[in-house]
């Protein structure tokens, strides 16, 4: 086997976690070549993982699948138009959940149940590669973070203040906490030790940061300089010693650098801090459910979280 197309095209979130699957295949076929379809926005992620060997945009697919004959497919993520293409390329192994229309087109399935959110989503993967693995007759290799790799990953900052990122706001992907609550974390925090405080944003909550700087003007603060950029994001990031955020990419990025992240999520059932954990190590993470009763925003009890993150991650 020296070749194989995987796909996960949809949110940046989503697409981290399928890292720690991919690193289980590489280890345990060495050779192998692994080619991802991603979507358009994260296809610099190749650059960022030594378990990606080419990205695939969805305009691409169809020529691409002809032109590779890939044997082999594993869709971590599918839609039912994806489905189809994989089939009528007639690729003769292509791996699924077995969840959805969409498997239809799929001829090697594993039942999952997904949707029960009886473990993380990171761990649906690699059970997926270890299905994928056992069914060719290969050794599963074990595996660990970080799943990304950068230049400046190792380089001391010159600053003796350990600085937190703060992502306040989702773009609308998943309720957070709100802005006030998270101006109240920042100065319970400061109460307990002094940081350097950056907030992370995209271009479009940039002002809304704005002013939650003017709020913290007490604290030393910054804001980051967004960017679509996904390589300086990760850059960005790679910066902190610990991220703070809801349920959204960014987390999932500080996570595969192996950072320290505390995450606030939805008590939902699909939503929820055990299915949608974050790939860093267990010593690296916390993560905290909404026990209120808003649709808008997470509530969470700011200040006994506000100790046990200084006790267990920055002490």
Same mark, same amino acid.
């Given at each position: ?6 796909i996960r095209n949809?949110?940046?979130? *989503? ?9 289980? #295949?590489?280890? +345990?076929? /060495?050779?192998? !070549? ?80 997904? +949707? ?6 990171? &761990? ?10 056992? *069914? ?5 290799? !074990?595996?660990?973070? /970080? ?7 190792? &380089?001391?900052?010159?600053?003796? !203040?350990?600085?937190? @990122?703060?992502? /306040?706001?989702? %773009? ?6 709100? &802005?006030?609550?998270? #101006?109240?974390?920042?100065? &319970? ?5 002094? =940081? ?12 809304k940061c704005l ?9 030393? #603060? ?23 955020? %809801?349920?959204? %990419? ?12 505390? %995450?606030?999520? /939805? ?23 909404? @026990?209120?009763?808003?649709?808008? =925003?997470?509530?969470?009890?700011? @200040? ?7 006790? !267990?991650?920055?002490?």
């Amino acid at each position: 086997m020296d070749k194989i197309l995987v796909i996960r095209n949809d949110r940046l979130g *989503d697409l981290m976690l399928i890292l720690p699957a991919l690193r289980i #295949i590489k280890l +345990s076929i /060495p050779s192998i !070549k692994i080619d991802c379809l991603v979507d358009n926005s994260y296809k610099d992620i190749s650059l960022l993982s030594d378990d990606i060997d080419n990205v695939i945009s969805y305009t691409d697919l169809t020529n691409i699948i002809f032109d590779n004959q890939y044997s082999y497919s594993i869709s971590f993520f599918s839609t039912f138009n994806i489905g189809y293409k994989l089939w009528k390329a007639n690729i003769k192994n292509r791996y699924a959940p077995a969840t959805k229309i969409a498997q239809l087109f799929y001829n090697k399935t594993l039942k999952q149940n997904r +949707s029960k959110s009886l473990k993380s989503e990171y &761990e649906y993967n690699n059970d997926l590669a270890r299905f994928f693995l056992d *069914d060719n007759g290969y050794p599963v290799s !074990k595996t660990k973070g /970080p799943f990304i790799k950068l230049s400046n990953q190792n &380089e001391k900052k010159s600053d003796s !203040k350990k600085v937190i @990122f703060i992502h /306040p706001f989702t %773009g609308g992907s998943s309720k957070t906490l709100s &802005e006030d609550d998270f #101006i109240i974390l920042c100065l &319970e925090l400061h109460k307990l030790c002094s =940081y350097k405080f950056i907030l992370h944003c995209d271009k479009y909550d940039y002002e809304k940061c704005l002013r939650m700087k003017n709020k913290l003007y007490k604290l030393d #603060i910054d804001i980051i300089k967004p960017t679509s950029q996904l390589t300086q994001m990760f850059s960005n990031i790679n910066q902190c010693d610990l991220f703070i955020a %809801g349920s959204t %990419g960014p987390l999932h990025v500080a996570a595969s650098l192996n950072k320290k992240t505390v %995450g606030f999520y /939805p008590k939902k059932k699909s939503s929820t801090s055990l299915r949608w954990s974050t790939i860093n190590d267990e010593t690296n993470k916390l993560a905290y459910e909404d @026990f209120g009763t808003s649709d808008k =925003y997470i509530k969470v009890n700011i @200040f006994s979280i506000a100790n046990e993150i200084y006790n !267990k991650l920055l002490k």
